[in-house]
């Protein structure tokens, strides 16, 4: 159980080539339920990715590059070991940096950082290449085959609200496949991965190869490691328009990028679903971390035969929410990530209202008449009554709400549901096979669930079309991204 959050009232330092490091400048790493400051950051200058960005490549050229892919896979066992380890530090530090729930942090995100390295560096094992025979015209023929290679030094670039799980996601097949790293957290979460390098210095993972610099994006660590000669590509999760900012910062170096992006996710509720598999399932993907993944449902879509009802059985879902202290066994929703962040949610909520919609429930900031005042609380909020126009129907909001409306057949459905820049994911409720098959099919996203929502297999493809996002990760997508095939072609 959570006691004490390691460095409470300390700093968090950079690590780079191996070391601790401490620089003139820091920030406040602030913790969401109250708004108190949990300790001091950090900040990375652009001397100290320089030089996390020299040892990257030193320790690629070096010790990391020269070791066995065994020896590497037993290395990033002992780092999820490791983790395991210092469960309970990594679940008190995740906790106080995004306010989220005990039971949230404790059986998804801590559990899947150590997941994600145990997966990874024995999937690398079984990585294949391509060979050919090939004719020639003098008979004798050619043989080609491929060798994987690293990628090289590779910039990791993570959001806040998953942000061990979502780190160690890309640095655990970056690291297996033979790359060195130089992770970069949100500042709004800088705690885990700092606990990871002192995990990865533990474990005895060479210096150079696990590099973190702490910062901001723009005239920060971001933007330096970004715009950065010494690195190979840039492994992004975050907002569609920052990856759109990276994207052009790394033009110039013609970069390899992999984007995980925003969404404008749609559940579509058909009238043959299992009304309550689906009510149930649909309040998980519109309130799950405060609505805070990037796979949440903002956007329903609802058959109108049963759209009362189901307005209705949502709305005495989202009221039964306990929203409150992240370490009550039944706190089923925290704080967004910020004061920012909630105010943001706030305007939306606001523009949602100015537009015209039926408040179904929430809208607001809760009171609590205690310390949480001073937190980054919203409402779970259900809305109806927009047109598709409206901004909150449109935009990301990267909160718990989400707006209904009704349909009356399935490709209004489908039309409804494609009609948005994004594409990240959808859910569709329905016990009809062939319209399941039928309607998943025609979604315009990386991933459409049916009848389930984030129930995830991790050899699978995940990613995002249209603002969503660039390339696959998952199993052999996020290997084949982090290597480089170099086909050799010998004459027979
Ligand atoms: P964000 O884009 O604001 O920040 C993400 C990271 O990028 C942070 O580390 C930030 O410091 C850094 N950054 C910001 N500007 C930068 C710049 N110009 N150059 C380099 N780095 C920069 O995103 P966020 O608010 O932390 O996360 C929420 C967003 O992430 C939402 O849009 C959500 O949908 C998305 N997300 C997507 C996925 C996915 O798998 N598709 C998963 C989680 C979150």
């Known amino acids: 159980m959570v006691e004490k959050v390691p460095h409470a009232g300390g700093i968090l330092k950079n690590y780079v080539a191996g070391e601790f490091v ?34 990257a490549r030193a320790a690629l050229e070096g010790p990391w590059g020269k070791m066995t892919l065994d020896q590497r896979r037993a290395l990033l066992h002992k780092v999820a070991d490791g983790i395991d380890a210092r469960f309970d530090d990594f679940v008190a530090a995740e906790m106080a940096d ?43 023929g050619a043989l080609n085959y491929a060798v994987n290679k690293p990628l090289g030094v590779v910039a990791v670039i993570a959001p806040w609200n998953l942000p061990l799980l979502l780190m160690t996601w890309k640095l655990a ?55 950065h000669k010494g690195v190979d590509a840039v492994t992004f999760t975050g907002e569609s328009s920052t990856g759109s900012a990276i994207m052009k910062a790394a033009a110039d170096g013609v970069k390899a990028l992999s984007f995980e992006l925003g969404g404008k996710n749609a559940g579509i509720i058909f009238e043959d679903c299992d009304f309550e598999e689906a009510v149930n399932g649909t309040a998980r993907s519109v309130f799950t971390n405060g609505g805070q993944v990037c796979l949440c449902t903002e956007r329903l879509y609802v058959q109108r035969s049963i759209f009362d009802k189901f307005v209705n ?27 920012k962040h909630r105010d943001k949610v706030v305007a939306y909520y606001e523009s949602a209202k100015e537009d015209g919609a039926t408040v179904i429930t929430g809208g607001d900031v809760p009171v609590f008449g205690d310390a949480r005042d001073h937190g980054a609380f919203v409402e779970p909020t259900i809305l109806t009554g927009l047109s598709e126009e409206a901004r909150i129907v449109k935009e990301e909001v990267f909160g718990p709400v989400c707006h209904i409306a009704p349909f009356d057949t399935e490709e209004e459905a489908v039309a409804l549901a494609n009609n948005s820049d994004y594409g990240l994911a959808a859910t569709v409720w329905t016990t009809n096979l062939q319209r399941a098959h ?23 493809p995940f990613g995002g079309v249209k603002l969503s996002g660039v390339g696959r990760e998952g199993g052999v997508h996020s290997l084949n991204f982090y290597s480089e095939p170099t086909n050799i072609c010998i004459k027979l």
């Not at 995100?109 to 015209?137: K, L």
């Not at 039928?438 to 699978?460: F, H, K, P, S």
């Open 173 to 227: 097949p970056a690291l297996a496949a033979g790359n060195t790293v130089i992770a970069k957290p949100s500042e709004e979460t800088p705690a885990t991965a700092t606990l990871l390098a002192e995990v990865m210095h533990e474990a005895g993972i060479p210096a150079g190869v696990y590099n973190l610099v702490h910062g901001f994006g723009p005239d920060s660590a971001g933007e330096f490691l970004t715009t």
């Open 313 to 339: 059985a949502l709305k005495d879902k989202a009221e039964n929410l306990k929203v409150g202290w992240p370490l009550d066994e039944d706190t089923d929703m925290g704080p967004v990530i910020s004061h």
């Open 438 to 460: 039928r309607v998943a099919q025609q979604m315009e996203v990386g991933i459409a669930w049916v009848n389930t929502w984030y129930l995830r297999d991790l050899r699978t």
């Open 22 to 55: 401490v620089g003139d400048k820091t920030f406040a790493n602030i913790n969401p339920v109250d708004g108190s400051e949990i300790n001091k950051v950090s900040e990375a200058t652009a001397d100290l990715v320089n030089a996390a960005v020299e040892s």
């Open 98 to 140: 995004t306010g989220k729930s005990y039971v949230q942090a404790s059986t998804i995100d801590i559990p899947r950082g150590s997941a994600n390295f145990r997966i990874f560096a024995d999937m690398v094992t079984g990585q294949s290449a391509e060979c050919f025979q090939t004719p020639t015209p003098d008979g004798r």
